[in-house]
């Protein structure tokens, strides 16, 4: 006899396709599920569908090395880094400083410059102390130079300076500190304070281009200085 074909009639049957809402996931043949390989990133399917474990390890060993030879190559650039700028601050606390001279280059004016504030043409016209050091700014500078160290330097309070220097007004102590600073032969700090001391830089007289004679009469003036004190 023929075989009864299902019908939608009532009391009879018919077949439903089933849809699935997710996508099966790959088991091992048992009841165990694995993973996509390909959306974890971490393992590869060999040629017969299987999974390559050793092939997973090497692609994992080559993230974690070149993760390591980044952190490696950055700490690398900051040592690197470090060590030029602690180079580069060792060598400006190293580099020499530049000496203090006392010399003629320091605090030279020029004799265009000279013979306009001495008021005279030619140096011909300078053959005398006073010619240059006016007043009292000869003994002022005189007590200057044997107040002063080494390298010129000289603190001295103002009472002791006049006293030294014979100069009995502090007005006349300023004026002739003025002429000698217009020399270029002194320069002065004011140290504030209740026995207004002053700092300063005494420059030699060879430092102003003046005739050979000039400097040779100072030389005599210090040593009378020298040998009546």
Do not use: C
């Not at 080494?150 to 500190?177: C, D, F, P, W």
């Amino acid at each position: 006899m023929p075989a009864k074909k299902g019908t939608n009639k009532k009391g009879g049957f018919s077949l439903v396709p089933i849809t699935l809402s997710e996508p099966v996931k790959t088991t091992d043949g048992f009841t165990n599920l694995i993973d996509d390989p390909i959306e974890k990133g971490e393992m590869v399917k060999s040629g017969n569908g299987g999974v390559n474990a050793a092939a997973v390890k090497i692609e994992k060993a080559k993230r974690e090395g070149s993760t390591i030879e980044e952190k490696q190559s950055k700490q690398l650039k900051q040592v690197v880094a470090t060590d030029d700028r602690s180079e580069h601050f060792q060598n400006e606390n190293t580099r020499p400083k530049e000496p203090i001279e006392n010399s003629a280059e320091t605090a030279r004016l020029t004799e265009t410059d000279l013979l306009r504030i001495l008021d005279a043409d030619n140096l011909d016209e300078i053959y005398e102390l006073t010619d240059v050091l006016r007043a009292s700014s000869l003994k002022l500078y005189a007590a200057l130079v044997q107040l002063a160290d080494s390298r010129g330097r000289v603190r001295v309070k103002n009472h002791e300076l006049m006293s030294k220097a014979g100069i009995k007004g502090i007005a006349t102590l300023y004026k002739q500190e003025r002429w000698l600073m217009d020399l270029k032969l002194l320069e002065k700090k004011a140290k504030p304070g209740p026995h207004d001391g002053s700092s300063y830089v005494v420059f030699k007289l060879q430092s102003l281009p003046l005739p050979v004679e000039i400097y040779d009469k100072f030389a005599d003036y210090l040593s009378d200085l020298k040998r009546l004190n």
